[in-house]
């Protein structure tokens, strides 16, 4: 079995999140290589740019799929004054982000589970715990 490395990328970026990936000692010298002759300024460089590339071969599907599935594509934040006015109008929301939802930390476990009838994330939720685990049987 090949030694395996875990390697971590992430950014100070708004918005940005850390993952952990395994590389296999070969591909990973590989990466090196490239880094040590200038091609990356580093080990992220090379793997943000490989991400960037597969996902625009792939840019027309996900179009498709983000109108298909009614998805707010990007960064969607979500205040208490937001969730006032939805709950004051007698609605609630179904939310679908393809990117960053964010529940502003005045949100109340309460008020979330009075407008949020439901939550769909395709990357990241920030919102505090206490809404998070409010909110863990409508979140799909």
Avoid at 16 to 29: A, F, W
Avoid at 39 to 49: E, G, K, P, V
Avoid at 109 to 128: D, K, M, Q, R, Y
């Amino acid at each position: 079995m090949p030694a395996r490395h875990a390697l971590q990328a992430a950014s100070t970026k708004t918005g940005d999140e850390k993952i952990t990936i395994n590389l296999g000692c070969v591909d990973l010298g590989q990466i090196d290589l490239l880094v040590q002759e200038g091609f990356y300024a580093n080990r992220t460089d090379l793997i943000r740019t490989a991400i960037r590339n597969q996902l625009a071969g792939h840019a027309d599907v996900v179009r498709q799929v983000v109108s298909r599935k009614t998805l707010v594509l990007g960064i969607q934040h979500y205040t208490a004054a937001d969730l006032e006015a939805v709950k004051a109008a007698g609605q609630t929301l179904q939310i679908k982000v393809l990117g960053l939802a964010s529940i502003a930390p005045d949100v109340t476990p309460a008020l979330a589970l009075a407008t949020i009838e439901s939550l769909t994330v395709l990357g990241a939720l920030h919102a505090s715990p206490a809404v998070k685990a409010a909110l863990a049987e409508r979140i799909r």
